[in-house]
């Protein structure tokens, strides 16, 4: 017998060999149907794989990310099979699951594949579900697994043989397919009702573009139809709000081509918008007792050295900048916390001045693939919303809970309410990627998870997500749309005081060093504009929007009452302009319309006799008539409404 330890600590005895569906059926039949693969001792497994030993236990369904991994992962295969059987000699890459669906890499060889192709593969791939093959592993020794891939002469697999060395080896088969794959799978194809592939492009074999250029096919499935139908319908609404499209009809930011690629610019209207969210953010900052500084946008290398930035993400970062003297190197700021420790660093500290805290909305730089590159959210030249705490090992606690409170302002401020808070620790499989003493790593990542405990946060945790020098905690918001996005970070990290050798003279008179907490409630600020114009639709918060209103004179005879009624309004805080074109009032309407200003102040000549104006809003249509007096205070009452 074992002993199956599940999450609630509960603990069952089962025969050794049970598999995760065994136990899932032992609780209940209908929680047995919905179980696509497990966690066993906190690695994803087949639901039909045998459990030897005493082991953790967790039943993964689709509501779980590793359940739709594996979902997706399947359906990969299932996409292989299809192609296979309707182009014969075709040769397959890798096929992955991805945060929304999957695809796989192939080697057409003479055949075409395109989106005219969709329909009979989709409809292959469904013949093919609806057999109800299993996935079947196959472990396999390396000699063995060469020696099938050769005979098929397929030179992708045999690549990918040979840079897992002396690893285990696993074939899966499902139907007429087998594929060399670590899986996990579903237990069968039926699982899979709904199948829609979604794009093709081309790929370098291993990501160079040295290699075979591929054919990568995308698609997404899901276990009821109806699903299928409802992620569809929001692709289409997520098109219509895409930040890039409403960015160009609002007039927010521009990308030239000249400047260079994803380095965006801000138009008047979208500097408006950005500095109103660093405002209120430098508010909130000031009544939490933080200092404001600026650094320069560049740094001697030595600098990043120190840090160990320059080692963890040189590749990533525009090439050194050679000065004319010999030998001298600078680099555009990646980060500004090595910057912060510096200040920190330039004059000697007492335990009394702690906590310092120093906050930035300084911009860095980073090389991203210009195939990476989308609009707003994944640029080359980005502004934080950058702070780092300097504190002693006593105040670390309150402090970390300081910020939480901060960053919960920040999002309810936002109307970001739906968000879950993912601890990010270190990957104990992969040690190389991290800098630091391990009884230090073990009391951030302990400081995180009590702090989050203490407030109840709802909280995920995610292995391999720390930064090098730290674990953090991120927090993910879900949009309009249901859409999860990862805004704001909060990082504990006592690696980057000791690279700089930073200290504070302690209450004994001798010399300590303070632990850091870095922390950007919206992160970017570019990426938090392009989520926030996706969710909001470009209808932002009154207290954000550019322009709050448009006067629009139904003729040129009374724009001056116009302009007089847009001066009284400043007096009252309230921002926007004077559609004085000569177009008839009916195009002004439409126009107003599609900029997303929130109200139209309608003016005729009743309006300019009675000193009134004629309230239209957005979305809703006509609110009669108001004093100016009247409108201000509407305008205050739906402003903090």
Same mark, same amino acid.
């Given at each position: 017998?074992?002993?199956?330890?599940?999450?609630?600590?509960?603990?069952? +005895?089962?025969?050794?060999?049970?598999?995760?569906?065994?136990?899932?059926?032992?609780?209940?039949?209908?929680?047995?149907?919905?179980?696509?693969?497990?966690?066993?001792?906190?690695?994803?497994?087949?639901?039909?794989?045998?459990?030897?030993?005493?082991?953790?236990?967790?039943?993964?369904?689709?509501?779980?990310?590793?359940?739709?991994?594996?979902?997706?992962?399947?359906?990969?295969?299932?996409?292989?099979?299809?192609?296979?059987?309707?182009?014969?000699?075709?040769?397959?890459?890798?096929?992955?699951?991805?945060?929304?669906?999957?695809?796989?890499?192939?080697?057409?060889?003479?055949?075409?594949? /395109?989106?005219?192709?969709?329909?009979?593969?989709?409809?292959?791939?469904?013949?093919?579900?609806?057999?109800?093959?299993?996935?079947?592993?196959?472990?396999?020794?390396?000699?063995?697994?060469?020696?099938?891939?050769?005979?098929?002469?397929? &030179?992708?697999?045999?690549?990918?043989?040979?840079?897992?060395?002396?690893?285990?080896?696993?074939?899966?088969?499902?139907?007429?397919?087998?594929? $060399?794959?670590?899986?996990?799978?579903?237990?069968?194809?039926?699982?899979?009702?709904?199948?829609?592939?979604?794009?093709?492009?081309?790929?370098?074999?291993?990501?160079?573009?040295?290699?075979?250029?591929?054919?990568?096919?995308?698609?997404?499935?899901?276990?009821?139809?109806?699903?299928?139908?409802?992620?569809?319908?929001?692709?289409?609404?997520?098109?219509?709000?895409?930040?890039?499209?409403?960015?160009?009809?609002?007039?927010?930011?521009?990308?030239?081509?000249?400047?260079?690629?994803?380095?965006?610019?801000?138009?008047?209207?979208?500097?408006?918008?950005? &500095?109103?969210?660093?405002?209120?953010?430098? &508010?909130?900052?000031?009544? !939490?007792?933080?200092? $404001?500084?600026?650094?320069?946008?560049?740094?001697?290398? &030595? $600098?990043?050295?120190? /840090?160990?930035?320059?080692?963890?993400?040189?590749?990533?970062?525009?090439?050194?900048?050679?000065?004319?003297?010999?030998?001298?190197?600078?680099?555009?700021?990646?980060?500004?916390?090595?910057?912060?420790?510096?200040?920190?660093?330039? !004059?000697?500290?007492?335990?009394?001045?702690?906590?310092?805290?120093?906050?930035?909305?300084?911009?860095?730089?980073?090389?991203?693939? /210009?195939?990476?590159?989308?609009?707003?959210?994944?640029?080359?030249?980005?502004?934080?919303?950058?702070?780092?705490?300097?504190?002693?090992?006593?105040?670390?606690?309150?402090?970390?809970? /300081?910020?939480?409170?901060?960053?919960?302002?920040?999002?309810?401020?936002?109307? %970001?309410?739906?968000?879950?808070?993912?601890?990010?620790?270190?990957?104990?499989?992969?040690?190389?990627?991290?800098?630091?003493?391990?009884?230090?790593?073990?009391?951030?990542?302990?400081?995180?998870?009590?702090?989050?405990?203490?407030?109840?946060?709802?909280?995920?945790?995610?292995?391999?997500?720390?930064?090098?020098?730290?674990?953090?905690?991120?927090?993910?918001?879900?949009?309009?749309?249901? !859409?999860?996005? +990862?805004?704001?970070?909060? +990082?504990?990290?006592?690696?980057?005081?000791?690279?700089?050798?930073?200290?504070?003279?302690?209450?004994?008179?001798?010399?300590?060093?303070?632990?850091?907490?870095?922390?950007?409630?919206?992160?970017?600020?570019?990426?938090?504009?392009?989520?926030?114009?996706?969710?909001?639709?470009?209808? %932002?918060?009154?207290?954000?929007?550019?322009?709050?209103?448009?006067?629009?004179?139904?003729?040129? !005879?009374?724009?001056?009452?116009?302009?007089?009624?847009?001066?009284?309004?400043?007096?009252?805080?309230?921002?926007?302009?004077?559609?004085?074109?000569?177009?008839?009032?009916?195009?002004?309407?439409?126009?107003?319309?599609?900029?997303?200003?929130?109200?139209?102040?309608?003016?005729?000549?009743?309006?300019?006799?009675?000193?009134?104006?004629?309230?239209?809003?957005?979305?809703?249509?006509?609110?009669?008539?108001?004093?100016?007096?009247? %409108?201000?205070?509407?305008?205050?009452?739906?402003?903090?409404?």
């Amino acid at each position: 017998m074992i002993n199956i330890t599940f999450p609630d600590g509960n603990v069952r +005895q089962y025969e050794a060999g049970t598999t995760a569906m065994d136990v899932a059926k032992s609780i209940s039949h209908g929680l047995a149907k919905k179980v696509l693969s497990a966690k066993v001792n906190g690695e994803v497994w087949d639901t039909t794989r045998p459990i030897d030993t005493d082991a953790t236990l967790q039943l993964l369904t689709w509501d779980d990310k590793d359940g739709k991994m594996t979902f997706w992962h399947s359906s990969a295969h299932l996409m292989a099979e299809a192609l296979e059987a309707l182009y014969p000699g075709i040769k397959f890459g890798t096929g992955p699951a991805i945060d929304n669906g999957f695809y796989y890499d192939i080697d057409p060889g003479e055949h075409t594949i /395109s989106s005219d192709d969709f329909p009979k593969i989709e409809k292959k791939m469904v013949e093919l579900a609806r057999e109800k093959n299993e996935y079947v592993r196959k472990p396999i020794t390396q000699e063995d697994a060469i020696a099938f891939f050769s005979e098929k002469g397929d &030179e992708y697999k045999l690549e990918l043989i040979e840079k897992r060395g002396g690893e285990d080896i696993t074939l899966y088969q499902q139907g007429a397919f087998v594929d $060399l794959c670590k899986g996990p799978h579903l237990p069968d194809t039926s699982y899979i009702k709904a199948v829609k592939l979604t794009n093709v492009a081309g790929a370098y074999w291993q990501g160079d573009e040295s290699r075979q250029q591929m054919t990568r096919v995308y698609g997404i499935t899901f276990p009821k139809q109806k699903e299928l139908t409802a992620y569809l319908e929001m692709i289409e609404e997520a098109k219509k709000r895409d930040h890039r499209k409403l960015g160009a009809e609002l007039g927010l930011f521009m990308f030239s081509e000249r400047v260079g690629q994803g380095l965006p610019m801000w138009l008047p209207k979208g500097n408006q918008l950005r &500095e109103r969210l660093m405002n209120f953010l430098r &508010e909130e900052q000031e009544k !939490r007792g933080y200092q $404001l500084v600026t650094t320069p946008h560049i740094g001697k290398k &030595e $600098l990043y050295q120190t /840090s160990g930035h320059w080692e963890k993400y040189g590749e990533d970062s525009f090439r050194p900048i050679n000065t004319p003297k010999d030998g001298e190197e600078f680099l555009l700021k990646p980060m500004n916390c090595p910057h912060h420790c510096e200040i920190f660093a330039h !004059r000697p500290h007492s335990y009394k001045e702690l906590p310092l805290r120093i906050a930035e909305f300084g911009t860095v730089y980073r090389y991203e693939q /210009s195939g990476e590159l989308h609009g707003l959210s994944r640029v080359r030249c980005f502004t934080q919303d950058d702070a780092h705490i300097f504190c002693t090992p006593e105040q670390l606690k309150d402090e970390f809970l /300081s910020v939480l409170d901060l960053t919960k302002t920040v999002l309810s401020k936002m109307g %970001f309410d739906e968000f879950t808070a993912q601890i990010s620790l270190r990957d104990p499989e992969k040690p190389e990627k991290y800098i630091g003493a391990e009884e230090d790593w073990n009391n951030a990542e302990q400081a995180i998870i009590d702090a989050t405990k203490e407030v109840g946060l709802n909280t995920v945790t995610e292995l391999g997500e720390a930064a090098f020098y730290g674990p953090k905690l991120d927090f993910m918001i879900k949009d309009a749309l249901g !859409r999860s996005w +990862q805004l704001g970070t909060i +990082q504990v990290d006592y690696n980057l005081p000791k690279r700089f050798e930073l200290e504070y003279t302690g209450a004994d008179n001798q010399p300590h060093r303070p632990i850091m907490i870095h922390r950007a409630p919206f992160g970017s600020m570019e990426r938090f504009i392009s989520i926030l114009i996706e969710h909001s639709g470009g209808k %932002f918060p009154l207290w954000l929007t550019p322009d709050q209103f448009a006067i629009l004179p139904i003729s040129d !005879r009374f724009n001056d009452y116009a302009r007089d009624i847009e001066q009284q309004l400043a007096t009252y805080d309230i921002r926007g302009y004077v559609d004085d074109r000569s177009e008839k009032i009916g195009r002004k309407i439409r126009d107003t319309e599609v900029k997303k200003v929130p109200f139209m102040l309608i003016i005729g000549e009743q309006e300019k006799e009675s000193g009134n104006v004629s309230v239209r809003r957005q979305g809703e249509g006509d609110l009669g008539a108001m004093t100016i007096e009247g %409108f201000a205070q509407h305008f205050k009452e739906a402003a903090n409404s």
